[in-house]
């Protein structure tokens, strides 16, 4: 995955959103396991088909080995996935992401310019995969 770029939807602009640091804001969690605040952050990013696990994506169909990468590394979770616009897109992928933990979003967000995908290697018999973080 290239180019992570910050994204603002339009829903951000009204309640239940406040927004706590630019491109970061405070929500009701959106599953409503909790009655207490995520924090949540929307980026784009696009897909490398010559990357391990990026081969077929597209932004309707977001590959799961980049995106567990992200969500592992972090320490967040996909709190929306855009369906309408990932939908008219042909290389932009549109995510929101959210934690509890402001400081996870805040290293999600170290993300923004910056290239990310995975390395595979095999250990024992099975296959894992290690994601690596380039300027």
């Not at 992401?97 to 805040?106: A, C, K, P, T, V």
């Amino acid at each position: 995955m290239k180019n992570f770029q910050s994204f603002t939807p339009e829903k951000y602009a009204k309640p239940p959103y406040e927004e706590v640091e630019p491109g970061i804001y405070r929500a009701p969690d959106p599953y409503g396991i909790t009655e207490d605040p995520v924090y949540v952050t929307s980026i784009t990013f696009e897909l490398e088909p010559e990357c391990y696990g990026e081969e077929d994506g597209t932004p309707e169909d977001i590959p799961q080995v980049p995106i567990e990468g992200i969500l592992d590394e972090f320490n967040v979770s996909v709190t929306d996935f855009y369906e309408e616009l990932n939908a008219k897109s042909e290389k932009t992928c549109y995510q929101e992401f959210g934690s509890n933990q402001l400081e996870d979003i805040r290293a999600l967000r170290t993300l923004l310019g910056k290239r990310m995908y995975a390395v595979p290697y095999e250990e024992d018999g099975e296959e894992y995969y290690d994601m690596v973080v380039e300027p």
